[in-house]
């Protein structure tokens, strides 16, 4: 008789629920402790305003909550399970060294306004990691407080603004390269400028004449991402800085790609006057399913009295504390002073690396991109020839004469253990294939991912269909995004 | 595919079909293709004014979204509801799925649109790129 | 370096096979003036035992071991042990946003768990995934109300966080948004008289926080009432989520912003918090960030992806709803595994405990010193008036290792004298008890001193 082993898809942990399914009326997950002070009666208390009922609210055990999220957990890729080769993204190993710090109890549950003499430990961190990232930025001054990178850019951009209306005319647009990320335009449009376009080279790069002829007293700043969306560095970066300055534009530097730069150059030596960093991606705190991050905004002198409030300040006896009195500044762009606990892992990072360290983690990311775009260029399009820096795109030019485009061949390579690239950007590259693979890639998986890579494409040309049905071996495949959009179901109800 | 000749085309692949002093609108079955399946479309509301060449709505796809640029200028008389719960419908027929329908400004605006056959060598001359 | 996974035999064989020399070809494309060639002055490379006594000590500086009766926006609540013990797996706390929803279906599921929990809590229709934060949240949901209302003026409510209302005219002021103020009355809410004469027909909505600054709950169904008369939408902000358990949620708001820290997140001196805004079904096209939905794979099974994207950034680039990316799912997880494990009967009983925290130490204020709002129903927090300097009572209460209300008069000089105090259900007794005493006794030398001055002067 033959034996045949199936994979057993109805084995619950691969069914589980939602957690209002489990839901049932007594059961608990908490114990409060008995109450030292009278009891209040609400209804007295409170009024019209006493809430009685809490909903649909789960009741559920500690167990099954254990259960419920471990289930869900083991659905997700992740860093921890191998190569996440997300262009742009830079997704690096995320050190538990930096976890484990953040949660000592001091640093965890200090209390924002509690008073700044016994705040001196959290400031330490803060002043500590702002003198790292001037020092690696090349940078003047620097703010902690945006939430996330396109956060810092809004910040950014309205230490822009304060500049040129502190000369007279705030000016009114931006440029901004084909080449970059949505939230750039999106970031121009809060700060209400109005956005012009730059198109690119044939090498990827700015086009100067473009910029020569573009460039005049109405244009606030260029934002530029360096090394740019197709890991390409900007080999005129003098030059483009020299004739931005010259009309008194300003250069703003995306630093999204930072992580190509740590150690070997920086964009304060090279002309760049505002660039906010993500500390999620160059400096490895964790991306966490989509944040938190953390978009600190580092600028040249000039820009410095429009820092937002508050500033950290070194006073007369030594102590550090803020200053509010900023008469010139932007404002405020969020409560209190910004991720602090991304300080914290952020900092933990930079000393687990030292000057050597970091260095080291730039040529071996630049190096690991250059080894992907050796090993498949040839199998996969390269429509940009130009050096590569940390991450490189290809098209899927050669695979789409056979129907097969650069969404199936991500799809498919999930059958293979990796993430998926990113897929369809940056958007001068129709079909684009967007490998970043960072540092933190041995040659062997680089190797597995080549192979991978290799494979598939084989598959294009012998059997199409199967990339086109990918994945093939994961719990759910192709999820109906059109229903989802048509008809948004965007919470659960009892009895759908 | 076909392209009626009972009305006009824009190079942003609107169509307009002209009635007397009024018009009806919608987006050719070229756009809807290039768009893929449409979750949702954005029309101006009744009484709403519309400049020849300038966007009044928006239709979007999963991962795109596409402006809708006025053939014509006019006053917006009818929109079609239907659209709002069934925007598969421009999908399954693009040039049945009407959007507006306006009382036409200055009819003489629609002299520069293009021709069903005008329209049909200036797609396939964009597709070919 | 511990972090990297190549030998140098591994970098010599991968530059082989690339074709270069040296890894300096690899900078080639960078231009030789600006490559650095000193290292960079930052601390030298420490071991992970020095780096965790780095920390260590850098806590004992910290207020580690300190009694803290502050609220103001940040609540020092229990957190369940099993929230760092699920956030920690890898699968969560390394994973990206979940575009590639076959392999991100454990983070899809717990943000529509979470939007569905934020929904039932708030009263809300639709809820997303997560914000910067509760001053974010707030600013983006009045520019939400701009665009749907087509109208410019926003009233913002005095008794709003300070900071918040910072935040807010920091992102109005490029975008034409006049902001006006609604003051607050003698019982610490909104004055609707005041606020009716701020509201004019250009009003876009008006912005409360409920429970406010002080603590006090709002009137939040006469304000809804009052805005909406005029056309403007009501939005509200709550900084302490903790009082959904026993609060009723502003059900007649448009839109609400919400900051959840008490769920779970720790204080972490001010982040990363997790904000959240929800409103009704028929907004849902202009409310900024993230979405989770439900839908069907190609089999027909249940299945979750991140939808209405056309909203974002990457896709409607400079006319998107806002320019938000990278939100804060991972400590939105927190704040989900909060409400599973505290659920619909826990966060009541929890939201009791800080009523009757704070009712107790109220009444023990009020013995000594001038407790203001007190007919006013009030959660968490409440404000103490004193004749002395609140600074030096709290600098007196930290040699007691306590930290005392937040003084007011940097926000608010009106108030003088007057400190924010917050209770929670980690406040004990003995503590309430401490700080009242310690408060009482300069109240009482306070006095005796006038007394005596006046004695002289007599």
Redesign the interface.
Known sequence: MKHTTRKATRHVNQNEGLIFEKSSAGKAAWKLPPLDVPEVDTAKALGAAERKDLGNMPEVSEIEIIRHFTRLSTWNYAIDLGMYPLGSCTMKYNPRVNEAVARVEGIANGHPYQPEKISQGALRIIKTLSECLIEITGMDAITLQPAAGAHGEMTGLLMVRAYHQSKGNARKKVLIPDSAHGTNPATAAMVNYAVENLKSDSRGMVDIASLEAQMNEDVAALMLTNPNTLGVFEQQIHKIADILHAKGGLLYMDGANMNALVGKVRPGDFGVDVMHLNLHKTFSTPHGGGGPGSGPVAIKKDLEPFLPTPVLVTKPDGTLGFDYNRPHSVGRVRAFYGNFGMFVRALAYIQANGPDGLRQTTEDAVLNANYIRKGLEGTYDLPYATPTMHEVVFSDRIQARKGVRTMDIAKRLIDYGFHPYTTAFPLIVPGALMIEPTESESKEEMDLFIEAMKSIAEEVEEDPQTVLDAPHSTRVSRLDETAAARKPVLRWKPGN | MAYPTDRKYTREHEWIQVDGNSATVGITDYAQQSLGDIVFVETPKVGAELTAGKTFGTVESVKAVSDLFAPASGTVTEVNGDLATSPENVNKDAHGSWMVKITLKNPKELDGLLSAADYEKFVAEEAGH | ??????SPS??E???K????RS?DD??????A????TR????????A?S???D?????????????T?F?G???Y?HYR?V?I???????????????Y????????L?????F???I???T?M???N??M?????AAAEAVMMAVRLTGRRQVVVARSL?P??R??L???A????MPLSVAPFGADGRIDLKELEAAITPETACVLIQSPNFFGT?EDVEAIAEVAHKHGAMLVVSIAEAVS??????PRQADVIAMEAQSFGV???????YCGVIATREKY??QMPG??????????G?R???L????R?????????T??????????A?MVN?F????????????A??N???T??AASQFAKHGNVLFSHT?RFNEFVVATSEDPYAI?GRL?GHKI?GG?PLRKFYPEFGNAALWCCT?LT??SA?DTAVGLVAESERSVRSAKEEVEEVAR
């Not at chain 3, 002021?173 to 034409?176: A, I, K, V």
């Not at chain 3, 959904?244 to 949620?249: K, Y």
């Not at chain 3, 409400?339 to 929890?350: I, Q, W």
């Open positions: 370096m511990r972090y990297l996974p190549k591994d970098r064989a991968m530059l096979a690339i074709g270069l890894v690899l900078f080639a494309p960078i231009p003036e600006y490559r650095l290292d960079l002055r930052i601390p030298r490379q420490m992970e020095e780096i965790v780095f920390f260590r000590q850098r806590s004992r500086e910290n207020g580690d071991g300190y803290s502050l103001a926006g940040a020092f369940p099993i760092d013990s699920l956030i920690s797996r890898g699968e969560f706390l390394t994973a990206y946003t979940p590639q929803a076959e392999i991100s279906q454990g983070t599921q717990s943000i529509f768990e939007q569905s929990m929904c039932e809590l009263g229709e639709v809820a995934a997560s910067y934060d509760g001053s974010t966080h900071e918040y910072e935040v005219a920091t992102y002021t490029h975008q034409g709950i959904l358990g026993i609060i009723e949620p720790p204080l972490g001196f001010g982040g990363p849902v096209r993230r979405l989770v939905g439900q839908t069907v794979d190609k089999q099974k299945g979750f992806v939808t209405l994207a056309t974002e950034q990457h896709i409607r680039r400079e006319k998107a806002s320019n938000i990316c990278t939100n804060q799912a991972l400590v997880l595994i409400m599973t494990v505290y659920g619909k009967v826990g966060l009541k009983e929890l009791k405990q009523l009757a925290k009712a107790y129903p709290n930290l930290v937040l259900e004990t007794r309430i």
